[in-house]
């Protein structure tokens, strides 16, 4: 469980500056809604003085991004660009009280789209100077520390298995080769050889919009075959989900491991929620097995 301040609890619940800034004339878009998380920061900047007059924010990922963002938006306005420029990754997280190690890559992304949007208004191209050497993948801010735990801890082999417990590779591949030598090492250290070759330990399967009517038992497969797709990136995180029934369009989940009664998880089901009613084109309430009641007609469940 991630132990979250006071205030990334405010700003997740509460968040300030949440959409696009009408008339916007600097834009700073990063991440990858695919890949779990992106963010899109508007600016309104006075083209006499160079201040930000308003911040706006549009964010796809975990509470923590969501915190992050709203209050990068809140530090910056009033700044120059020359000053906002000087915000960094720290400072977002220290304005928060903090973030958990392994949600500081959404400060860095917080940081990474101002300076995406400062070079999109003054019409340069944006270049990651990201001098941390334990930064590996710069898309989506994760570093090798988190990388070799992941490899140690679910037998990572490629860079393939990496990207899918990580997000890490999945933006611009660009950190591939970084990842090829941390894979090396750790296989190293464990005894075996890296083979860039190998077949993957774990693909997700990709999930396909049903287009025809399901008989029951098909619906039920479908949605855990959608809850299950969530499970790397939930598990990258030391967390992990499990469908426990179905009962007319209420899908009751088990979030476990570090999802369980973490304070983000409410945004977690939310995701998985959105996810069901795009595949299987119904409403479809997600809700967590602790409310489910206790004597659970079968019959009932079995004409979901």
Request: aromatic residues 6%.
């Given at each position: 469980?991630?132990?979250?301040?006071?205030?990334?609890?405010?700003?997740?619940?509460?968040?300030?500056?949440?959409?696009?800034?009408?008339?916007?004339?600097?834009?700073?878009?990063?991440?990858?809604?695919?890949?779990?998380d992106a963010l899109r920061l508007t600016l309104k900047v006075n083209e006499d003085t160079e201040v930000i007059e308003d911040a706006g924010f549009q964010t796809f990922g975990c509470g923590s991004a969501i915190a992050s963002s709203s209050v990068l938006t809140e530090i910056i306005k009033g700044m120059t660009?020359?000053?906002?420029?000087?915000?960094?990754?720290?400072?977002?997280?220290?304005e928060l009280d903090g973030l958990p190690p392994e949600k500081m890559h959404c400060s860095v992304m917080g940081r990474e789209a101002l300076q995406a949007a400062v070079a999109n208004y003054r019409g340069e191209e944006w270049k990651d100077d990201h001098e941390e050497g334990a930064l590996i993948c710069k898309c989506f801010g994760i570093d090798a520390a988190m990388i070799e735990e992941m490899v140690w801890a679910n037998k990572l082999r490629t860079v393939e298995d990496v990207t899918n417990?990580?997000?890490?590779?999945?933006?611009?591949?660009?950190?591939?080769?970084?990842?090829?030598?941390?894979?090396?090492?750790?296989l190293k250290e464990r005894g075996e050889s890296f083979d860039p070759n190998a077949a993957p330990v774990a693909?997700?399967?990709?999930?396909?919009?049903?287009?025809g009517p399901m008989t029951n038992l098909q619906r039920i497969k479908k949605i855990e075959e959608v809850i299950m797709s969530f499970r790397p990136q939930l598990m990258a995180d030391g967390g992990d989900v499990e469908l426990v029934e179905v009962v007319d369009k209420t899908a009751y989940v088990n979030m476990t491991g570090a999802c369980n009664g973490c304070q983000m998880s409410a945004m977690t089901i939310a995701?998985?929620?959105?996810?069901?009613?795009?595949v299987m084109g119904e409403f479809i309430k997600v809700v967590p097995a602790s409310q489910m009641p206790k004597l659970v007609n079968i019959q009932e469940a079995g004409h979901a």
């Open positions: 469980m991630w132990d979250y301040s006071e205030k990334v609890k405010d700003h997740f619940f509460n968040p300030k500056n949440a959409g696009a800034v009408a008339g916007a004339n600097a834009i700073g878009e990063v991440g990858s809604i695919s890949c779990g660009l020359d000053e906002a420029l000087k915000v960094t990754n720290q400072d977002i997280a220290a417990f990580t997000k890490a590779g999945g933006g611009c591949a660009s950190c591939h080769e970084d990842i090829e030598g941390l894979l090396e090492k750790v693909k997700p399967a990709p999930v396909v919009a049903e287009k995701g998985i929620q959105q996810r069901l009613i795009e």
